[in-house]
């Protein structure tokens, strides 16, 4: 007989909202970023093409924006109707930055509007100073979201007696022991990702043949090269939240690496199966590489999942979510770099491989995999926490007997915005030709001042 549980139905539901939403909230954090690199670039070498790069990037921004505060909207809502106990909780302690990312957005938008309008009003240099607060804006706003998600993990600025929430420090809350890392990784992350993604598009533009050419390199270089940038910053970044993992969340890093006895010079596990005994078969062990990444040093000593007790241990199946993240960032890294190599090389007369092309396209998608896979590991290795140390996901959840409802609308929402993201950015670039438009711009005829 079916058994119906508000509580599994308000996981699947945040958690399907979480994962559309991720893709229009990381291509509002990055796209800003790349608009303004290709928009500079153009300005200083003199170049119109990246300054119709620029323009363009910034046509399918608009769309993208507009979908993502449908589904930050709807993230809001969520919160307050499936999980009514926690925003008790949170929404008292934590409700500052909440309440700036809306301010953080007004900001990105206004000046968003703003830097639409005037690309032909304006000389460049004053025109490329307006990107700016669009760029501060939609990262500010993902600061202040992810020090929410940090106060999750490490909460504080507050003391719980009774039930009831007492002594709340806004800003001590906000700046909580995870926010560093959370919000760095986040944002590194989140700029890698963009990059991938437009240089998967300059990637399919070179493999199809149509349109300019040139254009398409110098779009592929320019995203090729950030992409690399922040890909190796967020490997750092990466290092760095493994020491806050083995400090503050000993069992989030230990069921990642299914590390079941404290010990020091703790090998690392990459991939395997673990059995019914807990058993690892398959696996790839590194030797002292998980001390040196929770310590610094091989004799560092990891906290193993024995120390934990059963019913705190999160699900083991974390770990695949860790080795995938891990392994997407390796390969975008190799395969920028390896494509930067060859452009620099004597074969940089020559196109670039087909295959590799077919393998930067890959990448773009793959790397939005890295971002949910990332996401997953963080929600799902808290468990059963959704404030860690004071409130359990059960007792968070809402009792209505309504969720799957609102799960079945919800899809359908997700699946009628999906679609037409998709329909209306394919029509807005398929009615608006490279080639034309680098007539229009002039660029086949004078490549002068941009003016």
Not at 205 to 220: P, W
Not at 418 to 428: E, F, R
Request: charged share 15%; glycine share 8%.
């Amino acid at each position: 007989m079916f058994h119906y549980d508000p509580v599994l139905y308000s996981r699947i539901l945040t958690e399907v909202t979480l994962a559309f939403h991720i893709i229009f909230a990381t291509i509002g954090v990055g796209v800003p970023v790349m608009i303004a690199l290709a928009e500079w670039t153009g300005i200083r070498k003199n170049d119109r093409y990246y300054t119709l790069l620029a323009r363009r990037w910034a046509r399918g921004f608009v769309i993208t924006v507009a979908i993502g505060v449908v589904t930050g909207t709807a993230i809001g809502l969520q919160l307050s109707l499936l999980w009514p106990s926690f925003m008790e909780i949170a929404g008292q302690a934590i409700a500052l930055p909440l309440f700036m990312e809306t301010f953080a957005f007004f900001v990105e938008a206004i000046f968003l509007g703003i830097y639409l309008y005037t690309w032909d009003r304006f000389k460049p240099k004053r025109h490329l100073m307006l990107l700016i607060p669009v760029a501060i804006g939609s990262s500010a706003s993902a600061f202040f979201i992810t020090t929410v998600n940090a106060f999750m993990n490490t909460p504080q600025g507050f003391t719980l007696e009774n039930g009831k929430i007492t002594n709340v420090d806004p800003i001590a809350a906000m700046f909580n022991p995870a926010t560093p890392t959370k919000v760095s990784h986040v944002l590194a992350s989140a700029y890698m990702t963009c990059a991938f993604i437009l240089a998967a598009i300059a990637a399919f533009s070179l493999l199809r043949r149509k349109g300019d050419r040139l254009y398409a390199k110098k779009a592929l270089k320019l995203t090729l090269t950030a992409g690399l940038v922040f890909a190796l910053a967020t490997a750092a970044i990466g290092d760095l939240s493994g020491k806050f993992l083995a400090a503050y969340q000993p069992e989030k890093l230990a069921a990642a690496e299914w590390h079941f006895e404290t010990q020091t010079k703790a090998p690392l596990v990459f991939g395997g199966i673990l059995t019914e005994d807990k058993e690892i078969k398959y696996g790839l062990k590194i030797p002292y590489a998980l001390s040196i990444l929770a310590g610094g040093t091989p004799g560092f000593e990891v906290k193993g999942l024995d120390q934990i007790p059963d019913e705190l241990e999160p699900p083991l199946y974390v770990h695949y979510f860790f080795d995938g993240m891990v392994t997407v960032g390796m390969f975008t890294i190799v395969i920028a770099a390896l494509y930067l190599w060859l452009s620099r090389s004597k074969r940089a007369s020559k196109p670039a491989p087909r295959w590799l092309l077919r393998v930067i396209v890959a990448c773009g998608p793959l790397s939005m995999l890295g971002i949910w896979l990332g996401w997953f590991y963080a929600e799902v290795g808290r468990q059963p926490w959704i404030l860690r140390g004071y409130m359990k996901v059960a007792e968070a959840a809402t009792t209505s007997a309504h969720v799957d409802t609102m799960l079945l609308l919800f899809c359908l929402l997700y699946l009628v915005l999906g679609l037409t993201a998709i329909k209306v950015l394919s029509k807005l670039f398929k009615n608006n030709d490279v080639a034309d438009e680098l007539i229009a711009f002039g660029v086949f005829e004078k490549r002068g001042p941009l003016e």
